[in-house]
């Protein structure tokens, strides 16, 4: 059981830079979630894919962001232009089903610093 | 706006004593509860979850109450140990959603 891995697992920038975070998930899950969770708060929701397929995104990912799911295996969330306020912990998600109320199995995350 | 809060951060109990953690939600469209639990420099993990048709779920030491009328929920872990320390996250889940809105989080400490 490898569970889900995220890498790296820390990263700094500077303000401006773009950075590319990735995620992969169990192997035989379909739907693989994005979240992000800021100091004393909950996780919030991204967006999700179910294989290959985007089909959610919050409003909170701005045109900065965009996320991919090639072939329905690992995911990579890039982050443009990045700004101090996109520092959190970025953290992923897989499961196994389509009705929405699976559980989800979360990754360690990425911890983004931008100076 | 918070759609679901937890209004306590922190809940110190002494081993073998029940841990309860509370959950208030606004969002009539919710259906679905989570509770999961949270290690530091670890990702969450789920711990226990309850459908709106019901009112309580057990598992092991975790039970889960739902009271539709108040829009809350709690979480009871009896007896508590200090392994149970960590930080506890309550989340809920619309009827046709997908994602899972998520509480600030309550902070348990489980006191040998």
């Known amino acids: 059981d490898t569970g889900v891995s995220q890498d790296p697992r820390h990263k700094i920038t500077k303000r401006g830079q773009n950075v590319t975070f990735r995620c992969d998930p169990i192997?035989?899950?379909?739907?693989l979630y994005w979240y992000r969770q800021t100091l004393g708060q909950g996780p919030e929701f991204l967006t999700y894919f179910q294989n290959e397929a985007q089909l959610e995104k919050s409003r909170l990912l701005s045109d900065r962001f965009s996320a991919e799911r090639p072939k329905g295996s690992f995911s990579t969330l890039e982050i443009q232009r990045t700004e101090q306020g996109d520092s959190a912990m970025y953290l992923c998600?897989?499961?196994?089903?389509?009705?929405?109320?699976?559980?989800?199995?979360f990754g360690s995350g990425t911890q983004l610093s931008v100076l | 706006d918070q759609q679901v809060k937890q209004n306590s951060p922190s809940l110190s109990v002494q081993e073998g004593r029940i841990s309860i953690l509370n959950c208030d939600y606004t969002n009539s469209m919710f259906d679905y509860f989570l509770w999961y639990k949270k290690y530091p420099a670890e990702g969450p993990t789920f711990l226990i979850s309850?459908?709106?048709?019901?009112d309580k779920n057990e598992d092991g030491r975790f039970t889960v109450f739902l009271n539709k009328s108040a829009k809350h929920l709690s979480l009871h872990i009896v007896p508590s140990q200090p392994g149970d320390s960590a930080v506890y996250f309550c989340a809920a889940c619309e009827t046709s959603g997908s994602r899972l809105t998520f509480g600030e989080g309550t902070q348990l400490t489980v006191n040998p």
């Open positions: 998600a897989s499961s196994l089903g389509t009705a929405g109320r699976e559980k989800l199995f």
């Open positions: 309850i459908s709106s048709i019901k």
């Open positions: 192997s035989e899950h379909n739907r």
